[in-house]
């Protein structure tokens, strides 16, 4: 079992940047993949970008290919996403996810946070 809490979101003006954060509780935190998603208003859910367990290998949608960032830190059971050159298409609520599958083109959270909101003003 993992939990997961986000925190980072807020509001900021296009072209600012965010960090957002997302801390696990748990055992085996190296294990899981991690990935983040995000859902806007009116509409899905949708990926945004996975890391692996050891942090080696990333995808990222193309919709923020180059200007976002996932990290993660085992010692510390987080997970970072760096958000820069922030659009106002990037407001949504936030959500981070844990999976133990190794596919990172098909990743799809065991376990989810409760999300963050993100709203960049025009």
């Known amino acids: 079992q993992v939990s997961l809490v986000e925190s980072g979101g807020g509001l900021v003006q296009t072209g600012a940047s965010l960090r957002l954060s997302c801390a696990a509780s748990?055992?085996?935190?190296?294990?899981?993949?991690m990935g983040w998603f995000r859902q806007a208003p009116g509409k899905e859910r949708e990926f945004v970008v996975a890391?692996?367990?050891?942090?080696?290998?990333?995808y990222y949608a193309d919709s923020v290919k180059g200007r976002f960032t996932i990290s993660r830190d085992n010692a510390k059971n987080t997970v970072y996403l760096q958000m820069n050159s922030l659009e106002p298409e990037d407001t949504a609520v936030y959500y981070c996810?844990?999976?133990?599958?190794?596919?990172?083109?098909?990743?799809?959270?065991?376990?989810w946070g409760q999300g963050t909101q993100v709203t960049v003003s025009s």
């Open positions: 890391i692996t367990g050891n942090g080696g290998t990333t």
């Open positions: 996810a844990a999976s133990a599958a190794v596919n990172l083109r098909q990743f799809s959270g065991n376990y």
């Open positions: 748990g055992r085996s935190f190296a294990y899981y993949a």
